[in-house]
Nanobody, 120 residues
């Protein structure tokens, strides 16, 4: 089992920055692909970024968001810069044993989510 706890969400103006954190406990952190997804009201959950030995980003966030991890702290981060109102969503951290997948249903473990609101 893997337990995931997100933090760092909040309200920010357009153009601002936030850093989300996801603390993991349980099985070996470094053997999992860690992903970030988001879900806006009335929309499906969508892939944002993933990391294992390399990283992968959705086109909508490429160049603005950076995913990273600290294996010693069992924590994955999502640095979000140049935020836009359309980035407003609940952001979820997730873990899977598969390699760099972008489909939500392939992730085995999920955090509770953290709200990010970007005002215009």
């Amino acid at each position: 089992q893997v337990q995931l706890v997100e933090s760092g969400g909040g309200l920010v103006q357009a153009g601002g920055s936030l850093r989300l954190s996801c603390a993991a406990s349980g099985r070996t952190f470094s053997s999992y692909t860690m992903g970030w997804f988001r879900q806006a009201p009335g929309k499906e959950r969508e892939f944002v970024a993933a990391i294992r030995s390399t990283t992968y980003y959705a086109d909508s966030v490429k160049g603005r968001f950076t995913i990273s991890k600290d294996n010693g702290k069992n924590t994955v981060y999502l640095q979000m810069n140049s935020l836009k109102p359309e980035d407003t969503a609940v952001y979820y951290c997730a873990a899977t044993g598969r390699f760099l997948v972008t489909i939500a249903t392939t992730y085995d473990y999920w955090g509770q989510g953290t709200q990010v609101t970007v005002s215009s």
